[in-house]
């Protein structure tokens, strides 16, 4: 079973007056098959982690190492990454000009299995997905991300987890209001890959809600750039009833 190792990571950005901290030393270990959150205040550097891991350019690694299988993911292209089976939403352009979401699917596939996926099953497999997500058939030559709504982002994201089956999902669900059908696409999504017991899911997010739609095995509380407290699915309820107050006490990052 594949593992991700994240070890006392710290990364910065370029703010205008030099670099900031915004890491400060992160530890999480993500089997495939496992499922874990990620919650926390707004700004305490969860995207940041998700950035991070899809090999951002904007965020400097300053300390601390990341592997999959005991090889070093920092060192890897966006390409490599995702050949060495580990996926993030947001490695991939936010949009792509004249690529169509099925071209963008096959290549990705092509990409990541090391060979064309045979068309006739490929066609078949794309369409029952997007079919189960209640994606209309058109949305397959719809260029990529273009235009596309907070809800339609949401579900292209699933159908490429669903399609690629990586071993470990990164799926940063932003603090942006999902409406409750999106909400429920995803947690369906994410629900249907963890039922393959392939896939290790770390689901960053901001809101407790998801969390009535998907039972974590792990809940990680992220205050001040790094994981404060880490508990079972009861870690979540805890924090729906008395919200970030008792993480964020005289050490919120601005
Ligand atoms: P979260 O996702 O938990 O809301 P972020 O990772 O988006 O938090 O941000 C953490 C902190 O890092 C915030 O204070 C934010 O302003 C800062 N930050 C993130 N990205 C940048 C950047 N590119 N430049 C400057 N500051 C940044
Ligand atoms: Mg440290
Ligand atoms: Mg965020």
Same mark, same amino acid.
């Given at each position: 079973?594949?593992?991700?190792?994240?070890?006392?990571? @710290?990364?910065?950005?370029? !703010?205008?007056?030099?670099?900031?901290?915004?890491?400060?030393?992160?530890?999480? $270990?993500?089997?495939?098959?496992?499922?874990? =959150?990620?919650?926390?205040?707004?700004?305490?550097?969860?995207?940041? +982690?998700?950035?991070? +891991?899809?090999? @951002?350019?904007?965020?400097?690694? *300053?300390?601390? *190492?990341? $592997?999959?299988?005991?090889?070093?993911?920092?060192?890897?292209?966006?390409?490599?990454?995702?050949?060495?089976?580990?996926?993030?939403a947001?490695? #991939?352009?936010v949009?792509?000009?004249?690529?169509?979401?099925?071209?963008?699917?096959?290549?990705? =596939?092509? !990409?990541?299995?090391?060979?064309?996926?045979?068309?006739?099953?490929?066609?078949?497999?794309?369409?029952?997905?997007?079919?189960? +997500?209640?994606?209309?058939?058109?949305? /397959?030559?719809?260029?990529?991300n273009?235009g596309f709504s907070g809800g339609e982002k949401k579900r292209h994201e699933i159908?490429?987890?669903?399609?690629?089956?990586?071993?470990? =999902?990164?799926l940063d669900e932003t603090d942006s209001g999902l409406d409750v059908d999106a909400l429920r696409t995803v947690?369906?999504?994410?629900?249907?890959?963890?039922?393959?017991?392939?896939?290790?899911? +770390?689901?960053? $997010? @901001?809101y407790?809600?998801i969390?009535? #739609?998907?039972?974590?095995?792990?809940? @990680?509380?992220?205050?001040?750039?790094?994981? /404060?407290?880490?508990?079972? !699915?009861?870690? /979540?309820?805890?924090?729906? !009833?008395?919200? #970030?107050?008792? #993480? *964020?006490?005289?050490?919120?990052?601005?």
């Open positions: 079973m594949a593992t991700l190792e994240i070890r006392d990571l @710290h990364v910065s950005v370029e !703010a205008e007056n030099g670099p900031r901290e915004i890491l400060k030393g992160v530890d999480l $270990t993500v089997k495939q098959g496992e499922t874990h =959150a990620i919650m926390g205040p707004n700004g305490s550097g969860k995207s940041t +982690l998700a950035y991070s +891991l899809a090999g @951002h350019p904007k965020y400097t690694i *300053t300390g601390g *190492t990341v $592997t999959l299988d005991g090889e070093d993911v920092l060192e890897m292209s966006v390409d490599e990454r995702a050949r060495a089976g580990v996926f993030l947001m490695q #991939y352009p949009e792509v000009p004249g690529v169509s979401v099925s071209n963008f699917l096959r290549t990705s =596939a092509t !990409a990541i299995r090391g060979e064309a996926p045979k068309l006739r099953t490929w066609v078949k497999e794309v369409k029952e997905t997007m079919e189960r +997500l209640q994606m209309d058939p058109s949305f /397959a030559e719809r260029n990529v273009e159908l490429q987890l669903e399609l690629l089956k990586p071993k470990i =999902a990164i947690s369906e999504g994410v629900n249907r890959v963890r039922g393959t017991g392939e896939v290790g899911t +770390l689901l960053i $997010t @901001h407790t809600r969390l009535r #739609y998907i039972k974590p095995d792990f809940v @990680h509380v992220f205050a001040n750039g790094r994981i /404060a407290e880490s508990g079972g !699915a009861e870690l /979540a309820d805890k924090l729906e !009833a008395e919200g #970030y107050e008792a #993480y *964020t006490k005289g050490g919120v990052s601005a």
